[in-house]
Each structure stands twice: as structure tokens, then as C-alpha cells.
């Protein structure tokens, strides 16, 4: 091992983990960064897997999050991650009732743009402007929405592209020009009078050019929600008379760190009617159930939205961690697998390391444990962009508990209880 003093980590604490009996964690060390980093236990269940990734150097210049790639081993199945922005922009849906007053309901997060959510009351969109104004996280509709209109807001995962266009009919099947050049009929959500158009069906686009299936009349008022380019696709169906008429053609998740459930990268409509998330409808993989059987004469249309992860601005353009999504199987400890982020349209790259699990290893049927010491973490204390700075022995676990004085202010107790977390 290379010569290491405390000082080159800055300001250390120690933490000292005694499980019961049981389980004899080791010591557990933490510098002054914000992120806690905690001993953990190898069992039957998770040996060979994959539980953490830790990022050093978040890197600059992130517009969407990276991909990441983990070493395969040798023998097993390779580990699956996903990067993640602090404060990212990220899809979201919400769902309210009305209260016989303009203001509802309260959104989820600030609006500085109209463009970035679509909104519908009881299914039917709602016209920007028109129907309803946003101030911060205050949306105010024109008129009082009763307590027997739902309420659903679609956060768009936006884009330098995204916009809203509002327009008229004029009794003709091309009754406006678009304000982008489009180059698929999916990469906009059209609704007339509230009720969302199927593309190809009702609807073709070439260029600045939208042609109607029907003339568009008068009377007919008419919302473009652009979604940029070649980011969203859809699929059409008819009803069976059962609840599950159609076989998704995507598995549909939600994002990293939310309830599958809410499904906030899929928006549904029947009849031209938006459908509502856990009440409407369920999905599970490709399985989507409605509540009440969809006859043949109803028409299904699912958008599958852009479900990339953005960072909201310069400041959270790096990358604030690694997920683990698939922890895979049969990983060697002794040959640790290279974790690979891909670098930022600006050519910086993130710098992480795997952690596998060491230590313990715990027998459920005989309850006695390894007495071997785990193994801890050591990390600098210079704190950049919430990730600590990388150095060359960070990318091993270090188990060297005969020389802790060389790292801690005192000798570290030996059976204190898990402190300071």
C-alpha cells in the first residue's frame, strides 16, 4: 500500500458499527462532504452483485445524462446504471380535483414557461393563456373548476425545442402554419377543442405544413404542443370489450428515483380523452389495464414522451451520482470492474469507481459470522460539486485497520453503535 497520511483526505470523523452479535461491521469513515458513505454486509443474497457506485468528479458540461457502462464479468450477468443530475429536469405528472375556486391545486414545482406542462380537466386539454395562467408554482385557471373536475398536469421533460402553439380554424384542412419545422407527426400533441388528435390518423405534417383529416371549422380552437424532434413515438389501438385491449408497444418505467406507478413518461387518451394515471388505467411491463372494458368503437392512442434526463441549468450540469438499476451476478471482489462514464458534450468526463461488497459474510441458518474485518472508505475532504476529489488509492477499499492512527484525530472505540448517522 503507498504511503498515506490523514492529511491527505482533510477532515476525517470515524464512525464505529457494532451489528448485535451478529454482524461486526467495520469502521466507516466520513469527510466533510455532504454525501454519508456507510459500511455494508455481504450476505448469500447479494455476493457477486453490484449494490454502489461512488462518483469523485461529477465533471462539466453535462446537457443530458450520461451513459454509463459497467465491466462485465467473466462469468454472470453484466451490472446495469444510471446516471443522475442534482435537480434535474425530469418528467412528472399530477393529478388533483377541483374546489369550486380558480387555484385549485398548487404545482409541484415552479413553471417558467407554459410550454412545459400540458394541462387537462377532465380529459379535455386546456388551452395556455386562454384557460389557464401559471406564476411560480400558482396556476390559475379562467373559470372556477368544480369538485367534480380532475385535474392532471403533465411536467414536460423539455427541450430547446419545446413550445406551444394556439390557433384558430379557418374551414379548410390546413387552417395554420407551424412555427417549427416538423418532421414527424409524433413529435407534436395536437388537440382540437381539447381532444388530442392521432397522429397520422387525423393529422400529417410536412415541414411547416399540417393537414387535417377534416375540415377545421371556425369555431374550432386548436393547441400545438411541440416536443422536439424525433424524441416521442405512439401507438394507436381499438378496444376488444376487455380491459386490456391493446399489448404496449414499450415497457413503460418511471423515472430513477419515483414511483413506477405514476408512469410519467406515457399520456393515454381514449376518444381524444387524456386518461388518468392509477384510476383510468394500470401498467405493468407492456400490460395496460383500464378500469372498464374499451369497446370496439373506442379509439386508444398512447404518446410515449422523452424520458431523458436533462440538467436544469449550468449550475447542476455534472453528474451528482450513479444508480445502481441491475446489480447483475457472479463479480470477483479481487478484479473490481472498470465503470465507464461517457464524457459531456463539452468533452469533460465524470470519474467513478465500483464498490462491491466485502466483509461479513453472514449465515442466516447458523448465525455466525466471518470475524473479518468489512471493509471502509476513505475520501478527501475537498469538497467539488458535491463529489469528492479523486485520488489513486480511492479506487480500492482500503481494510487497513492495524494502521487507523495514521488516519484518524484519535484511535477510532471499537464498539460504539453506529454514530453519528
Given at each position: 500500500?503507498?504511503?498515506?497520511?490523514?492529511?491527505?483526505?482533510?477532515?476525517?470523523s470515524?464512525?464505529?458499527?457494532?451489528?448485535?452479535?451478529?454482524?461486526?461491521?467495520?469502521?466507516?469513515?466520513r469527510?466533510?462532504?455532504?454525501?454519508?458513505?456507510?459500511?455494508?454486509?455481504?450476505?448469500?443474497?447479494n455476493?457477486?452483485t453490484?449494490?454502489?457506485?461512488?462518483?469523485?468528479?461529477?465533471?462539466?458540461?453535462?446537457?443530458?445524462?450520461?451513459?454509463?457502462?459497467?465491466?462485465?464479468?467473466?462469468?454472470?450477468?453484466?451490472?446495469?446504471?444510471?446516471?443522475y443530475?442534482?435537480?434535474?429536469?425530469?418528467?412528472?405528472?399530477?393529478?388533483?380535483?377541483?374546489?369550486?375556486?380558480?387555484?385549485?391545486?398548487?404545482?409541484?414545482?415552479?413553471?417558467?414557461?407554459?410550454?412545459?406542462?400540458?394541462?387537462?380537466?377532465?380529459?379535455?386539454?386546456?388551452?395556455?393563456?386562454?384557460?389557464?395562467?401559471?406564476?411560480?408554482?400558482?396556476i390559475?385557471f379562467?373559470?372556477?373548476?368544480?369538485?367534480?373536475?380532475?385535474?392532471?398536469?403533465?411536467?414536460?421533460?423539455?427541450?430547446?425545442?419545446?413550445?406551444?402553439?394556439?390557433?384558430q380554424?379557418?374551414?379548410?384542412?390546413?387552417?395554420?402554419?407551424?412555427?417549427?419545422?416538423?418532421?414527424?407527426?409524433?413529435?407534436?400533441?395536437?388537440?382540437?377543442?381539447?381532444?388530442?388528435?392521432?397522429?397520422?390518423?387525423?393529422?400529417?405534417?410536412?415541414?411547416?405544413?399540417?393537414?387535417?383529416?377534416?375540415?377545421?371549422?371556425?369555431?374550432?380552437?386548436?393547441?400545438?404542443?411541440?416536443?422536439?424532434?424525433?424524441?416521442?413515438?405512439?401507438?394507436?389501438?381499438?378496444?376488444?370489450?376487455?380491459?386490456?385491449?391493446?399489448?404496449?408497444?414499450?415497457?413503460?418505467?418511471?423515472?430513477?428515483?419515483?414511483?413506477?406507478?405514476?408512469?410519467?413518461?406515457?399520456?393515454?387518451?381514449?376518444?381524444?380523452?387524456?386518461?388518468?394515471?392509477?384510476?383510468?388505467?394500470?401498467?405493468?411491463?407492456?400490460?395496460?389495464?383500464?378500469?372498464e372494458?374499451?369497446?370496439?368503437?373506442?379509439?386508444i392512442?398512447?404518446?410515449?414522451?422523452?424520458?431523458?434526463?436533462?440538467?436544469?441549468?449550468?449550475?447542476?450540469?455534472?453528474?451528482?451520482?450513479?444508480?445502481i438499476?441491475?446489480?447483475?451476478?457472479?463479480?470477483?471482489?479481487?478484479?473490481?470492474?472498470v465503470?465507464?462514464?461517457?464524457?459531456?458534450?463539452?468533452?469533460?468526463?465524470?470519474?467513478?469507481?465500483?464498490?462491491?461488497?466485502?466483509?461479513?459474510?453472514?449465515?442466516?441458518?447458523?448465525?455466525?459470522?466471518?470475524?473479518?474485518?468489512?471493509?471502509?472508505?476513505?475520501?478527501r475532504?475537498?469538497?467539488?460539486?458535491?463529489?469528492?476529489?479523486?485520488?489513486?488509492?480511492?479506487?480500492?477499499?482500503?481494510?487497513?485497520?492495524?494502521?487507523?492512527?495514521?488516519?484518524?484525530?484519535?484511535?477510532?472505540?471499537?464498539?460504539?453503535?453506529?454514530?453519528?448517522?
Amino acid at each position: 500500500m503507498p504511503s498515506i497520511s490523514k492529511e491527505d483526505y482533510g477532515k476525517v470523523s470515524f464512525f464505529n458499527t457494532f451489528f448485535g452479535t451478529q454482524l461486526k461491521l467495520g469502521p466507516l469513515l466520513r469527510t466533510q462532504d455532504t454525501t454519508k458513505f456507510h459500511s455494508s454486509y455481504r450476505t448469500a443474497e447479494n455476493i457477486g452483485t453490484i449494490q454502489r457506485a461512488v462518483v469523485f468528479d461529477g465533471g462539466d458540461g453535462y446537457k443530458i445524462a450520461p451513459q454509463v457502462l459497467i465491466e462485465s464479468p467473466e462469468n454472470g450477468t453484466t451490472a446495469i446504471a444510471e446516471a443522475y443530475f442534482k435537480n434535474p429536469v425530469a418528467p412528472d405528472v399530477q393529478v388533483g380535483q377541483g374546489d369550486n375556486t380558480v387555484t385549485p391545486i398548487t404545482l409541484l414545482k415552479e413553471i417558467d414557461d407554459l410550454s412545459h406542462i400540458t394541462v387537462s380537466l377532465n380529459g379535455i386539454i386546456q388551452e395556455p393563456v386562454i384557460d389557464y395562467t401559471v406564476s411560480g408554482t400558482t396556476i390559475t385557471f379562467d373559470e372556477v373548476v368544480g369538485t367534480d373536475e380532475n385535474i392532471m398536469i403533465y411536467y414536460l421533460n423539455y427541450n430547446d425545442e419545446y413550445n406551444v402553439q394556439s390557433g384558430q380554424g379557418d374551414n379548410t384542412v390546413t387552417p395554420i402554419t407551424l412555427t417549427q419545422t416538423v418532421n414527424n407527426p409524433e413529435d407534436i400533441i395536437v388537440s382540437i377543442n381539447g381532444l388530442t388528435q392521432i397522429p397520422i390518423t387525423d393529422y400529417t405534417v410536412s415541414g411547416t405544413t399540417i393537414t387535417f383529416d377534416e375540415v377545421v371549422g371556425t369555431d374550432e380552437n386548436i393547441v400545438i404542443q411541440y416536443l422536439g424532434d424525433s424524441l416521442t413515438a405512439f401507438q394507436q389501438g381499438q378496444g376488444d370489450d376487455t380491459t386490456t385491449p391493446i399489448v404496449l408497444s414499450q415497457e413503460v418505467n418511471g423515472n430513477i428515483f419515483s414511483s413506477e406507478s405514476k408512469k410519467e413518461h406515457v399520456i393515454i387518451t381514449i376518444n381524444g380523452v387524456r386518461q388518468i394515471p392509477n384510476i383510468d388505467y394500470t401498467i405493468d411491463g407492456t400490460v395496460l389495464t383500464f378500469d372498464e372494458a374499451v369497446s370496439p368503437a373506442e379509439t386508444i392512442l398512447v404518446y410515449y414522451l422523452d424520458g431523458i434526463m436533462r440538467s436544469s441549468s449550468e449550475e447542476f450540469d455534472y453528474v451528482a451520482g450513479v444508480v445502481i438499476t441491475d446489480p447483475g451476478s457472479g463479480y470477483d471482489y479481487d478484479e473490481l470492474p472498470v465503470l465507464t462514464i461517457a464524457p459531456s458534450e463539452t468533452g469533460e468526463i465524470a470519474i467513478g469507481t465500483i464498490v462491491l461488497l466485502r466483509g461479513p459474510y453472514y449465515n442466516p441458518i447458523s448465525y455466525r459470522a466471518n470475524e473479518r474485518n468489512s471493509d471502509f472508505l476513505i475520501f478527501r475532504g475537498n469538497k467539488s460539486k458535491r463529489c469528492v476529489d479523486p485520488i489513486i488509492t480511492q479506487y480500492k477499499l482500503i481494510p487497513d485497520v492495524d494502521n487507523v492512527g495514521d488516519f484518524y484525530e484519535t484511535t477510532p472505540p471499537i464498539t460504539d453503535r453506529l454514530q453519528g448517522i
